[in-house]
């Protein structure tokens, strides 16, 4: 699931292979779906420009959709892909950084990997987002230990202490995203709960409640702290944080 740069659509895959644009202030779907090979399409993630879409998919595909006319830009990229379980843009559109079991970055002037992938623990690496403001690239092991590591992607170096996230037993870490600040991260897992983190300290600020687990989180990139949350009944929700009271986060929006 991905946030359009304007806040105004939400796209989100599906396990039937495509991928849908919701106008959030109707509520409804907008324009014609974008339609994956085969497969269940695991993630999506807007250009900061808004003209495109990438999306990752069971069929190690790595697509770039031209969003205007719901076709791909560019042939389906499969050369360094395995599963394509995350993507993401980079702040400035020049990257692209995608999970399969490492962590790669894509030069989108070339759309050729950039360097050697980064590699973490020996389960590999599945979730990825970019720090809007300064660059860091996040990256997580979705089946080994809950943890959420901060890379200097130029560098290649792992800064600062890893998160530990949604540890209780037998639970499953799913997604998380960056806040359009940088100040914060959104996780969420199969314990039915979505937890906000000060990324400054690494402390969880808020621990929220769902009445189901959520498979995807996403940020309004716009500045409106808003955040949308994919559950696996098969909801959308959309919330309101308040970053000013720190403790105070309400449901705006359910389709």
């Known amino acids: 699931m991905s946030w359009s740069p304007d806040g105004c659509f939400l796209a989100s895959g599906g396990e039937d292979g495509t991928i849908l ?8 779907q907008d324009g014609e779906p974008l339609l994956v090979q085969e497969g269940p399409v695991y993630s ?9 879409l990438v999306s990752g998919s069971w069929n190690t595909n790595l697509t770039i959709w031209d969003v205007e006319s719901r076709q791909p830009k ?3 990229i499969q050369e360094y892909c395995g599963w394509v379980i995350s993507v993401s843009w980079s702040p400035d559109g020049r990257f692209l950084a995608w ?4 962590v790669n970055i894509l030069d989108t002037t070339t759309w050729q990997r950039l360097g ?9 690496f599945h979730l990825v987002s970019w720090n809007p403001n300064d660059g ?3 990256a997580s092991s979705e089946n080994h230990d809950d943890t959420i590591i901060i890379w200097d992607a130029e560098k290649r170096e ?5 998160l530990r996230v949604h540890q209780q037993s037998g639970n499953v870490f799913r997604r998380f995203s960056w806040s359009h600040d940088g100040n ?28 189901s687990s959520a498979n995807s989180v996403e940020w309004d990139p716009s500045g409106s702290n808003r955040l949308a949350i994919g559950q696996a009944n098969g909801w959308v929700r959309i919330f309101q944080f308040h970053p000013a009271r720190r403790q105070s986060f309400h449901e705006m929006r359910l389709f």
Do not use: M
């Open 21 to 28: 644009i919701w106008n959030t202030l109707t509520r409804q």
């Open 44 to 52: 999506v993630s807007w250009s900061p420009d808004g003209r495109f």
């Open 74 to 76: 560019i042939a389906p």
């Open 99 to 102: 999970g399969d079991s490492r």
């Open 116 to 124: 050697e992938p980064l590699r973490g623990y020996t389960s590999g």
């Open 136 to 138: 860091h690239l996040l």
């Open 158 to 162: 792992e800064l600062g202490e890893p």
């Open 184 to 211: 914060y991260i959104a996780s969420c897992g199969d314990d039915e709960t979505i937890i906000i983190w000060d990324f400054e300290t690494r402390k969880p600020l808020l621990r929220f409640p769902l009445d």
